[in-house]
């Protein structure tokens, strides 16, 4: 999956280039916060992040996505499972997305759209943020064992 995650990335990357270090600094403080339950501090920045995301290709699948970390991060910070309201992403955001699955093999679609939401903001944060590319690096493992669970409906077993 390693080799999948690696081709995911180059397949968005002509897509999100043109995103400055800037921009792609708070995708990336966003994906960190996320995953060390830093909650009050994802809200911040998927907020930040969401203000300065230009407009282009893939802009509405990275704002879905920037919007699904923050409604998760708001839930967990108030010991919720799910969101109240949940955005969702758009068939026309599909080309951006690492999983894309068919309706009938998406067992969870809200755990799926989080998955996606993630990996779509590490990817960004890779492509546009070379001060993180290190770090970034280090948890590159969590998108791994995240793109594992959908091994089989990838049909990649």
Do not use: W
């Amino acid at each position: 999956m390693e080799k999948f995650l690696k081709d995911y990335i180059d397949r968005i990357r002509p897509s999100f280039s043109r995103i400055s270090e800037e921009t792609g600094h708070v995708i990336a403080s966003a994906f960190f916060s996320f995953k060390f339950e830093l909650y009050p501090k994802t809200l911040r920045e998927c907020s930040t992040a969401l203000s300065l995301v230009p407009e282009g290709n893939g802009s509405s699948a990275l704002k879905t996505a920037l919007s699904i970390v923050r409604e998760y991060a708001v839930a967990y910070e108030n010991a919720q499972v799910r969101p109240e309201s949940i955005p969702f992403f758009e068939i026309s955001d599909q080309p951006y997305l690492a999983v894309n699955l068919a309706p009938e093999l998406i067992e969870d679609p809200l755990t799926l759209d989080l998955d996606n939401a993630l990996l779509l903001l590490y990817a960004v944060a890779a492509i546009t943020s070379p001060d993180d590319e290190q770090a970034l690096e280090e948890h590159r493992k969590y998108l791994v064992k995240i793109l594992d669970t959908y091994k089989r409906a990838l049909g990649m077993l």
